[in-house]
């Protein structure tokens, strides 16, 4: 979103003269107040003014910046996350790159029992090891995964913003989207049940981009 000429004037005047009353604005501006209702209405619905009966219009100190920042704080994981594309602990490499082919994905999350997180196999990782094993049919999987407690992953009530930024701090294409459980021995584990990646992440920005 970008402000006309006009808002912008309209702002500046509410930042050196609110509280201001809307035909105060509109004689500085030498319009009429019914030319100024929809520049007024734009600019207290993005939050950049406030409006009160008999008091006026008053600045609010917030840029189009931190209301776009507020916004991506505002959105949690849970509302944007995909289905997790998950392999067995048991399974074989073999078995991971005919997945990552037929699920068309880049990351897989490595389960163990009951869908706790044990950890994650990345396209790269296939690859290295293609390279270097001849029997990927009997190499099992958990062999060449990163593990736990090595894992970046993400909760459902975490912002998109916080899992953006863990995508980009670790340099990596997918998070994990976790609930976190107590196990049968006690310990912590983690229920996969989501996941969250560079994918999700654009398609996002592509939507909010679309409602301006
Ligand atoms: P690629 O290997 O295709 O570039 P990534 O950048 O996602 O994909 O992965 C880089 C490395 O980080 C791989 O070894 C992978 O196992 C590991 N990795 C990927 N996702 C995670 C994660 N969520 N937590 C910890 N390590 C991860």
Do not use: C
């Amino acid at each position: 979103m970008e402000l006309t000429k006009r808002q912008e004037s309209i702002l500046e005047i509410v930042k050196k003269e609110g509280p201001i009353t809307g035909e105060q604005i509109a004689e500085r501006l030498s319009i009429n107040k019914a030319t100024l209702r929809s520049d007024m209405a734009i600019l207290t619905m993005f939050g950049l003014l406030g409006a009160r009966p008999r008091v006026g219009y008053f600045y609010l100190g917030r840029t189009l910046n931190r209301i776009i920042a507020e916004k991506l704080h505002q959105i949690k994981v849970g509302e944007i996350k995909s289905i997790p594309v998950v392999i067995s602990d048991q399974s074989y490499v073999y078995d991971a790159v005919v997945k990552m082919f037929i699920e068309d994905v880049g990351t897989l999350i490595v389960v163990k029992e009951k869908g706790l997180l044990e950890g994650v196999i990345s396209r790269k990782d296939l690859l290295k090891t293609t390279l270097s094993s001849p029997d990927i049919q009997k190499l099992p999987v958990s062999v060449i995964m990163t593990r736990m407690p090595n894992i970046i992953m993400v909760e459902p009530e975490e912002s998109v913003w916080l899992a953006a930024k863990r995508l980009i701090i670790h340099e990596i294409d997918a998070l994990p989207v976790v609930r976190s459980v107590a196990s049968a021995n006690g310990k912590k584990g983690f229920e996969v049940i989501g996941r969250i990646t560079k994918t999700s992440i654009t398609r996002l920005f592509v939507e909010l981009g679309e409602e301006s």
